[in-house]
């Protein structure tokens, strides 16, 4: 069962710049929540703010009841809860079955022995198809490649809720639909619940049961995929004024 | 249910194990003046080890090393001199000063990273040399004279004790789970700890066991060479040599700091003996070309590029 995690009246300030401004929203129960926004709405800040990586200016965050928000991001890790980066961050010395042990050794699993987290590390690499690339030094995967190790990585850590910050960008149109196959065969099997933080319209209302919407750092809309695709607000959001005008 | 797997123990551990083990059994037997040119080669090799601890493996760069070399002699020369402790006493004193030094200095500055650490630590030498210069306890920076009596057999199974200890736990530390939570914060901190690794936790521990391991090189260096003197026991030269050896041997390795200790030590006597000084151009230029052309040193650079020798140089 995943962690419900609850965020509310989240405002993340850097100086002067107001980056998110009381934003809620809940998560967990196996449910894919979408977050989208234009560039620079405050989706990443608020998705490290969830993590643990940033600390939030005001506002709560709380996993199960329990106050979390000013908890480091590893122990965040312990509840359950990962969050994957916008720019794989692979370790590139580390071959990718090493990669996937380190988030077994150390993730909510805690597994004790090398040996058993590297052997259990070919079953999550093929679970993202990398299976053929186990013993390869993270440094010779090709972009998509440490995309699936940043996801297969997530997944080691035996976490139930991920936050995903844009698993599905720059990808070529075959390459976005293999991924997005691959990512909900992987979440039938696992049952994990996401917050999966997205520019690629075709990713977020293909895989989200409810989508939020946010822009400069204010929630405008949230609602089913349909829902918000349809809403004026979020169409001035994402077009403009003059598309909204010209909308029947 | 899974049983736990016995440790695998390497070539690399063997080959140094046996070594140490055979200089311990002949150490009786060598000459006075070559065992006093061996003790003073194992002390720098306990510091390249102790420093291979942090910099080796995390890669956070610590010139401010020599604080705790500084530490341990400062610590046996006070328990020799005041308390009338035997040299020893000072040696597991200096190591314990040196554990509780090196957790308040990297509590602090192991929250920067990179350059920052690298800078923050070059001031740790300044500030404890100014702290020593005005401590009456220590004579008030005067140096301390100390006249233990000549035993160079004592300082070397003293020095050895504290090398097997060193290679035994950088072994350790490096081939289990730990090593795995190290090796991922060399390469990248933040993707560590998105993973559920304990970066500030694992990096004081690391920085805290060298500290105490110079603490305890530093203790049996004061002691063979009868006393303590500031501006000599805070020279940067020593963190500069240490870190030289390190890299000339390969940062992180097993065998490297042994390596990089003996050709240091031997371009050091070689060509301190030609002219005063020449020796430290001479190691500043091979360090510039090992960096330069094979920046994972000696050891770090045969292992990537001859496969057959990944499995014997851990």
């Known amino acids: 069962m995943s962690p419900t995690l609850e965020a509310s009246g989240i405002h993340k300030y850097f100086g002067g710049v107001k980056a998110v401004q009381g934003v809620s929203l809940t998560l967990g129960g196996g449910r894919i929540v979408g977050l989208i926004g234009p560039n620079g709405s405050g989706k990443s800040t608020l998705l490290n703010v969830l993590a643990g990586v940033e600390k939030p200016t005001k506002g709560t965050v709380t996993v199960d009841g329990r106050r979390v928000d000013r908890w480091p991001a590893h122990r965040m890790v312990g509840l359950g809860i990962a969050k994957t980066h916008q720019i794989p961050k692979p370790f590139l010395a580390m071959t990718g079955r090493e990669n996937v042990a380190v988030a077994m050794m150390y993730g909510r699993r805690r597994e004790a022995e090398p040996a058993a987290a590297l052997e259990e590390s070919l079953r999550i690499l093929a679970l993202v198809g990398l299976e053929g690339r186990a013993d390869t030094p993270a440094s010779n995967l090709s972009v998509q490649q440490r995309k699936r190790l940043e996801f297969a990585r997530a997944l080691a850590t035996g976490a139930s809720l991920l936050l995903l910050d844009e698993i599905f960008a720059g990808l070529s149109p075959e390459e976005l639909r293999d991924a997005i196959s691959l990512f909900t065969r992987v979440q039938k099997e696992l049952g994990f619940g996401a917050l999966v933080v997205e520019h690629v319209m075709q990713a977020v209302m293909t895989l989200s049961d409810h989508v939020v919407v946010i822009e400069e750092g204010r929630k405008i809309a949230e609602g089913s995929p349909k829902e918000v695709v349809e809403n004026p607000a979020v169409i001035e959001a994402y077009l403009g004024t003059e598309a909204t005008d010209a909308a029947p | 249910m899974k049983l736990p797997k016995l440790p695998v123990y390497g070539p690399s551990l063997w080959g ?269 230029l091979v360090v510039i070309v090992i960096a330069l052309f094979i920046p994972e040193g000696i050891v770090g650079t045969l292992r990537k590029y001859v496969p057959e020798l990944r499995r014997i140089l851990e």
């Open chain 2, 16 to 284: 140094l194990g046996g070594s140490l083990l055979l200089l311990g059994g002949v150490a009786p037997w060598i000459p006075v003046f070559p065992l006093i040119i061996l003790v003073n080669l194992l002390i720098f090799a306990a510091l390249a080890y102790s420093l291979n601890l942090i910099t080796g493996l995390t890669g956070y760069v610590n010139f401010g090393h020599v604080v705790f070399m500084a530490v341990g002699a400062y610590s046996l020369g006070y328990s020799v001199e005041t308390l009338r402790w035997h040299p020893l006493g000072g040696v597991a004193l200096g190591a314990l000063t040196a554990l509780v030094v090196s957790l308040g200095i990297g509590a602090v500055t192991l929250r920067f990273r990179g350059v920052y650490f690298a800078i923050a630590s070059l001031v740790t030498p300044l500030a404890g040399l100014n702290i020593v210069l005005v401590l009456p306890a220590l004579d008030d920076g005067q140096g301390i004279v100390l006249n233990p009596a000549f035993e160079p057999l004592s300082w070397f199974y003293t020095i050895w004790i504290i090398i097997a200890a060193e290679v035994g736990l950088t072994y350790w530390i490096t081939h289990g789970r730990l090593g795995y939570g190290i090796r991922a914060i060399k390469s990248d901190e933040d993707a560590a700890k998105s993973l559920g690794v304990n970066a500030p936790h694992l990096k004081l521990f690391l920085f805290a066991l060298s500290g105490l391991f110079a603490g305890a090189a530093g203790g049996v260096y004061a002691w063979t060479t009868s006393g303590v003197f500031p501006y000599a026991a805070f020279d940067l030269t020593f963190s500069l040599l240490m870190l030289a050896m390190i890299v000339i041997g390969g940062m992180g390795t097993l065998l490297g700091p042994m390596i990089g200790a003996v050709i240091v030590n031997l371009l050091s006597r070689f060509f301190l003996a030609i002219f005063i000084g020449t020796q430290f151009i001479i190691i500043g």
